[in-house]
């Protein structure tokens, strides 16, 4: 069963086939891709083809991608979820996307703290790394103060509408958390 997290202000959900539209808008809106590394998306059908990925990646043990929503209202402000996770090495690499209007609230920290917290708690995670843009200074916060430390420097290594940018690399180890 997808696991459900909640925090003081938030609903950590699994994405469904109905969050298709406000998936597809998220994830088309130029502020939200800027330090993506992604393609906007374009049509439902393709949302949908994504959504079956998340539901077919949590079950082989690769990926978890939450949807997440305010208490007591039924839309997505984002998503957050695990990339690259590994049972046997005991990792997996964080991302996050929040619609433009839920920015500089506070979601995006209360989101990852719970994250990485189901992370190390329940998927017994010993290492959490995230992939930022070497530009993206909101997400470079924020990684900074839940605890993240910067490994170094990834030289061209994600492309956005054919540019190449350096990335950071941070990781978060069990040790460390906060949680």
């Keep these: 069963m997808f696991p459900k997290l909640e925090t003081h202000r938030l609903l950590l959900r699994e994405i469904v086939e ?35 990925n998340f539901s077919r990646g ?3 043990k690769q990926l978890i991608k939450w949807g997440i929503q305010l208490k007591g209202k039924e839309k997505l402000i984002g998503t957050i979820g695990f990339q690259e996770w590994s049972s046997q090495h005991k990792k997996a690499n ?21 994250a990485i917290s189901y992370g190390f708690n329940e998927l017994h995670l010993k290492r959490i790394g995230a992939v930022v843009f070497t530009q993206n200074s909101g997400s470079i916060t924020l990684l900074s103060k839940v605890g993240f430390k910067k490994e170094g420097t990834l030289r061209e290594y994600m492309y956005q509408n054919d540019i190449p940018f350096d990335t950071y690399i941070y990781s978060l180890l069990r040790g460390e958390a906060k949680i």
Excluded: M
């Design 18 to 52: 109905d969050d298709a539209g406000e998936i597809l808008s998220c994830f088309s809106h130029p502020s939200v891709l800027r330090y993506y590394g992604q393609k906007p998306l374009e049509t439902i059908d393709q949302v949908k083809q994504i959504i079956k």
């Design 94 to 114: 964080v991302s996050y996307a929040l619609f433009p209007d839920y920015w500089n609230k506070g979601y995006a920290i209360e989101a990852v703290h719970e």
């Design 58 to 60: 949590y079950e082989e």
